[in-house]
């Protein structure tokens, strides 16, 4: 196609006219399509049915022999510390498990530093202006986290390799009020792009003004691949113990994108000192997590090997997904110089950038066609993205041939806001 | 039995050559038995096994049709709400289910009442010196959690009908630093006592200095009954609704002693303001609780009759061990002066009072032998049982012949340390 820059006024004119048929055209279909949530499709769900079935009643006793239904064991089963240690790439004794939302424990432990400090420096952040250094674009629950106890969010571009690294090194280095990141470092919502052992090598050597510095490391599609098997991604925890700052990382996963969102399993990484740390405050927050859902994970997937074969069977549902946004957006906008779109191998988003000014248009164009997408901006704090640009599109939860079509309205509608006033 | 203020010189030297024989005979025994945690035993949890095949492979829509396994249902599932309003004695709409802790949503509730104030007052109590009102003895895991957000204790004495009242409202009326009351209004932790109907009204009519003063109502043993139907409770919610102060209670329970304490359901009940600010700040915290097992819950029990039907059968297993810690402490300590007790009609608990000063030595006596009894003073603020008087005792864990044998132990440990020096 031609840039859209390069067509002559006549040529805009027709590109218009075009546009215009084709929206209304899509305003006759009625559409009723949503793109905005990265949730996994029915066909998905249906490959853990067999979760439901691995605790019966006769089956409740975990492997070392601990009644799963009856109180105790604040951070799970020994069998589940050792499975999702194995999954994070990381000891047992450096995992607690607990609850089935890691945006719950990210919550958490957000509000514990607040109002009880780290584990580093026992005392609050409360008080003292605190900062976050926050990849651009992000997930926009991360920054709802951070807004909501008024930690500043001071945000840094995001390479393939992750995130602009000098620009983190100069500002965790400058200022102590900065006291983390927050990040999502493999398959990274929305851009799907994963942290390259330089950036965590740096992340996990670099400098802090702030004594208790902590990076929140959200590795939520830790196994989520899409083509030829999860991306490597160096330990962060690794890293960090080797640089001397073996507090500094905070990691999460979970199995909500593996068994189901509506009934997972949660976990949280860190070096032993900070899980001490965590079990001290859990004691007085909770009488413990669900063992018995704990126990039907232990059980069905068996061990890190049962989760990876897992992953193929969802790798292949979501694969055709990706490859369709892919397909149309090439169709759609390649070589019009409009938009550009990362092409994830992993994880559940595409990230799509329009030229600037353009996003908010057309989200908005599309909605009015029955179309839903995650609202433009998103993607940054405060929900203001500043070249109004980002489109997260989220592939996984409709059919095919919805998805489809709801791919093509929206680049349609992306070339409708660049045409504005043809 | 005669009192022990009455025993001659030679009498009590008689007496504590028994008594030490006795102790004597039970350290050859070498026991080790455990009433420390108000836990249900095995037997309790057989009963709920079927609950663990209620949702399988073909069953896990709901009767409204959600997919349980996907996201979505912050406050839980439509019928799960309807369940535990019926079960808490309100409406739907003022019901959220969540976890599968009630005191994690109780810690939940201080944390972001320190952070950002209440549905009344959204103003953080973090700084403002806050203090409750806490009747005792009483449960030590909430007094852990005002401990933990430096929140002061203002003991209060506890009578048949529930707190001394007079002086709640003359503490709450005076100073607008006290911002609640913790309680546990029926079969309370550890005397067994259930409010009157008296304590319910003046609790919500009581004018507080504090405009946003609330009710943290643990109803953790609604229907947890020994004897003849659980105890009838004046609705907390109705009251304040009707005094003009609906934001006042906060009310909770959970499924942790009717189901499994490992893999129940927990949830929380208010005004529908107090709802809605809650849902609010929990679509930050959280992509919602796991639907699945509130929906094993909803299946397996299906309505509150079959709640209650299934308590019977707990309070078939539980009414003869209460009876036989009443038993042995009857025949081991009546009318010897130096301990008395509650005999309570439901909940976990059995509570005793020594005379003044004898409850640490006593539990520390039993330990040796072998007995784990709850430690003195740990049904106080901080710990600290001013008069050091009361046990706490949970019979629920141990066999019968187990815990008829820790019993003795306990009330024969208690004769010792009421003749030390003799």
């Known amino acids: 196609m031609t840039e859209y820059n390069r067509l002559s006024a006549g040529e805009r004119r027709s590109k218009a006219a075009e546009v215009e048929a084709r929206l209304e055209g899509f305003r006759e279909e009625k559409l009723d399509l949503d793109m905005t949530r990265g949730k996994p499709g029915s066909d998905q769900l249906e490959l853990s049915n067999g979760l439901l079935a691995a605790v019966d009643a006769k089956g409740w006793k975990t492997p070392s022999g601990v009644d799963s239904r009856n109180y105790g064991g604040l951070d799970g089963i020994e069998e589940s510390r050792k499975l999702f240690g194995d999954y994070l790439g990381i000891a047992a004794s450096e995992v607690i498990v607990g609850g089935n939302s890691s945006l719950a424990l990210m919550h958490d432990t ?5 109002t009880h400090g780290s584990s580093t420096l026992a005392k609050p952040w409360w008080g003292s202006n605190p900062a976050f250094l926050c990849p651009v674009p992000g997930y926009d629950r991360h920054f709802t986290i951070l807004e909501r106890y008024g930690i500043r969010m001071v945000s840094v571009a995001t390479r393939e390799s992750g995130p602009d690294m000098d620009e983190v090194e100069r500002l965790a280095a400058a200022d102590p009020t900065i006291r983390g990141l927050w990040c ?3 398959y ?5 792009y994963t942290f390259s052992d330089e950036t965590v090598e740096r992340l996990a ?3 802090t003004a702030a004594p208790d510095f902590r990076i929140l490391w959200d590795d939520a599609y830790a196994v989520h691949h899409l083509g030829s098997g ?6 962060i925890l690794a890293a960090c113990r080797k640089a001397g700052n073996p507090e ?3 990691i999460f996963g979970s199995t909500s994108k593996i068994s189901f969102p509506g009934g997972g399993v949660a976990f949280s990484g860190g070096s032993e000192k900070s899980c001490a740390w965590a079990r001290e405050r859990l004691f007085v927050q909770t009488i413990g997590p669900d063992k018995v859902n704990i126990l039907r994970h232990v059980l069905y997937f068996k061990d890190i090997a049962g989760i990876l074969a897992h992953m ?6 979501l694969q055709p997904k990706f490859a369709a946004v892919d397909r149309i957006l090439t169709r759609e906008l390649s070589g019009t110089g409009i938009a550009t779109w990362t092409r994830p191998q992993g994880g559940y988003f595409t990230s799509l950038d329009t030229s600037d000014g353009l996003a908010s248009t057309a989200v908005k164009l599309a909605a009015g066609l029955g179309v839903k997408v995650t609202p ?24 095919l041939a919805a998805l489809e079509k709801a791919t093509e309205v929206l680049a349609v509608c992306i070339q409708r806001a660049a045409l504005a006033g043809s």
Chains 1, 2 share one sequence.
């Open 110 to 114: 957000i509000a514990q530093l607040m």
């Open 184 to 186: 999502v470092p493999r």
């Open 188 to 192: 990274s919502n929305p851009t799907g």
């Open 205 to 207: 050597c670099m400098k």
């Open 230 to 235: 999860p991306a490597k991604l160096a330990s």
């Open 248 to 250: 500094r990382p905070l």
């Open 312 to 317: 193929e069977k969802h790798a292949r549902i």
């Open 376 to 399: 433009a901006g998103s993607t940054f704090p405060h929900k203001k993205d500043p070249r109004d640009r980002n489109i997260r599109i989220a592939p996984t939860f409709p059919g």
